[in-house]
């Protein structure tokens, strides 16, 4: 089976789903998933958003809604959408190809812990 026939066979299914239950965001992420696969950005974006108004805390839809806008090339809504994505799961398996994603965009770096070791260095002053 090729990979245009598993996307249409997929679509097939996340249309089933949003006319079963349209209230339902998995619909909606699942159609913008194949939308964002075919590089039809502006249909994951819709879908995207849609997921996101009915579940805002769709940790999945934020990541594949920064994808659609990244290659669209709008790095600001991307950055501010991965983030998001970031923050809801924190422990995403992703999470450093995210963080190269958006380093490519011109993110600013996050704040990171600062990290001591447990023994320090003895200074040596210039005479």
Do not use: W
């Amino acid at each position: 089976m090729t990979s245009n026939a598993i996307f249409d066979l997929t679509l097939a299914d996340a249309n089933t789903a949003i006319e079963l239950d349209p209230k339902n965001s998995d619909g909606y992420y699942l159609r913008a998933h194949v939308s964002l696969m075919r590089a039809k950005y502006d249909e994951a974006i819709a879908d995207t958003t849609k997921a996101i108004q009915l579940d805002p805390r769709a940790a999945l839809a934020y990541e594949a809604r920064g994808l659609a806008y990244g290659g669209k090339g709008d790095a600001a809504h991307a950055i501010a959408d991965l983030q998001t994505y970031l923050k809801l799961l924190p422990n995403a398996e992703d999470r450093g190809a995210i963080e190269g994603v958006l380093k490519s965009l011109g993110a600013p770096r996050r704040c990171r812990r600062r990290r001591f070791p447990s023994v320090r260095r003895p200074i040596h002053h210039a005479r």
